[in-house]
């Protein structure tokens, strides 16, 4: 059972920045894939980016697109998403996710592990 642990989030003022971080329990593999999901109150979870770990292939929802910026360090079994320019509609409780397989993966259903989520609020 992959455990996903997040770290990074609180409160910024709109054009702030953030840095997420997300660690797995296990030694990551090449089929790995990890995303980032965000859940503001009364809206369904969405989709943010993802990143394949065998190529470091990323894809992003065009709504965070140049602002936001993932990478991973093999190293620490660790996500990165880096998140600038933030702005009051990015306030959500952001989620990490993982599961093995070729992805990407847009969907929440198509994961399998899920961190606790951090909350990341931005003031206008």
């Known amino acids: 059972q992959v455990q996903l642990v997040e770290s990074g989030g609180g409160l910024v003022q709109a054009g702030g920045s953030l840095r997420l971080s997300c660690a797995a329990s296990e030694r990551t593999s090449s089929s790995y894939v990890m995303g980032w999901f965000r859940q503001a109150p009364g809206k369904e979870r969405e989709f943010v980016v993802t990143?394949?770990?065998?190529?470091?292939?990323?894809y992003y929802a065009d709504s965070v697109k140049g602002r936001f910026t993932i990478s991973k360090d093999n190293a620490k079994n660790t996500v990165y998403l880096r998140m600038n320019s933030l702005k009051p509609e990015d306030t959500a409780v952001y989620y990490c996710?993982?599961?093995?397989?070729?992805?990407?993966?847009?969907?929440?259903?198509?994961?399998?592990?899920w961190g606790q989520g951090t909350q990341v609020t931005v003031s206008s």
């Open positions: 990143i394949k770990w065998i190529d470091g292939s990323t």
């Open positions: 996710a993982a599961r093995y397989g070729s992805g990407p993966y847009y969907y929440p259903t198509d994961y399998n592990y």
